[in-house]
């Protein structure tokens, strides 16, 4: 018994580094996206203050959605639209959806997860925020 604590110490212990890496990226992403708000959402905008994010994905509502996501990968950035069919629109369940659902298919059209892997340098998010703003700006 005392081993499976110690060893699930030392996994917590890990999980709250890992985590707290990830709000910390996060948090660089929302720096350098702070006047992007004509062009971007970020997980940010309708955050809770009574709940911590764990920052799995770093997901963003952007406008021109597919465009940018060949730029930053053009650009060696591993960004990723992890969930381009909806679930209602997958054959085993649309049996279960009558309804439209036109909010969900017109946000699957602008999220775009980027790159917020705890091993991640401070200067790795500023480079790919830097490739986003790019993008927009040019």
């Given at each position: 018994k005392q081993d499976k604590k110690e060893l699930l110490e030392v996994i917590m212990k890990r999980l709250k580094n890992t985590i707290n890496k990830r709000i910390r990226n996060a948090n660089i992403y929302?720096?350098?996206?702070?006047?992007?708000?004509?062009?971007?959402?970020?997980p940010f905008k309708n955050k809770d203050k009574n709940n911590k994010h764990t920052f799995h994905r770093y997901v963003i509502l952007c406008k021109n959605r597919n465009q940018l996501l060949k730029f930053l990968v053009k650009n060696n950035i591993e960004a990723k639209v992890h969930y381009p069919i909806n679930i209602h629109q997958q054959p085993p369940f649309r049996k279960f959806y009558k309804n439209n659902l036109t909010t969900t298919n017109k946000?699957?059209?602008?999220?775009?997860?980027?790159?917020?892997?705890?091993?991640?340098?401070?200067?790795?998010?500023?480079?790919?925020?830097?490739?986003?703003k790019e993008f927009y700006t040019k």
């Open positions: 929302e720096k350098n996206f702070k006047k992007m708000d004509k062009f971007i959402e970020t946000l699957n059209n602008k999220i775009l997860s980027l790159p917020i892997q705890e091993n991640l340098e401070i200067k790795e998010i500023t480079k790919i925020a830097s490739y986003v």
